[in-house]
T-cell receptor
């Protein structure tokens, strides 16, 4: 039972390069999301999805794209990397929570991205 | 709009002493409140939650939290701190309307000194 798997764990990009951060979950969770973590700012929502084929923007979506072609996978694409995108990125998933059985998010272990 | 405040960037406590990590929130509707812990170079791990029921909730590793609706607070507590409790703690909230995403606080770094 792997939970939420993120790859790669570390990445260094040059300004202007593009890349895709991978996220996969094996818990059949409907909801998936991407957050970035910056010192003193907590976690900020980039994009989220409530099911296959459905995505929406979060608080800080600029410079990022997502797609959700399957329930399991939710990749995050950086179109043209900028130094401001240097951060730690977390993928999270959950059941669509509307009941007392909602246990919140399961997080991946993160991807540490540096843009130089 | 939803928001979470954790007024202390850093909390220092001696091993064996009680600890409190503070959280206040603002949300539309009834709150779903969570505490997560993050150890170095790891993802966030679930500690405990309040959705409904008893205002005092107990979670993993001996932690507990008290929901106070009038003060819109959800402080994390532990009666006797361990050095291994040293980590970054995040409070998170969402409203009970389906579709609202969680908002996370900025985090509080807890250091338990031997």
């Amino acid at each position: 039972n792997a939970g939420v798997t993120q790859t790669p764990k570390f990445q260094v990009l040059k300004t202007g390069q593009s890349m895709t951060l991978q996220c996969a979950q094996d818990m059949n969770h409907e909801y998936m999301s991407w957050y970035r973590q910056d010192p003193g700012m907590g976690l900020r929502l980039i994009h989220y999805s409530v099911g296959a084929g459905i995505t929406d923007q979060g608080e800080v979506p600029n410079g990022y794209n997502v797609s959700r072609s399957t329930t399991e996978d939710f990749p995050l694409r950086l179109l043209s990397a900028a130094p401001s995108q240097t951060s730690v990125y977390f993928c999270a998933s959950s059941y669509s929570g509307g009941t007392v059985n909602f246990y919140g998010y399961t997080f991946g272990s993160g991807t540490r991205l540096t843009v130089v | 709009a939803q928001s979470v405040a954790q007024p202390e960037d850093q909390v220092n406590v001696a091993e064996g002493n009680p600890l409190t990590v503070k959280c206040t929130y603002s949300v539309s509707g009834n709150p779903y409140l969570f505490w997560y812990v993050q150890y170095p170079n790891r993802g966030l791990q679930f500690l405990l939650k309040y959705i409904t029921g008893d205002n005092l909730v107990k979670g993993s590793y001996g932690f507990e939290a008290e929901f106070n609706k009038s003060q819109t607070s959800f402080h994390l507590k532990k009666p006797s701190a361990l050095v291994s409790d040293s980590a970054l703690y995040f409070c998170a909230v969402r409203g009970d309307n389906y579709g609202q995403n969680f908002v996370f606080g900025p985090g509080t770094r807890l250091s338990v000194l031997p």
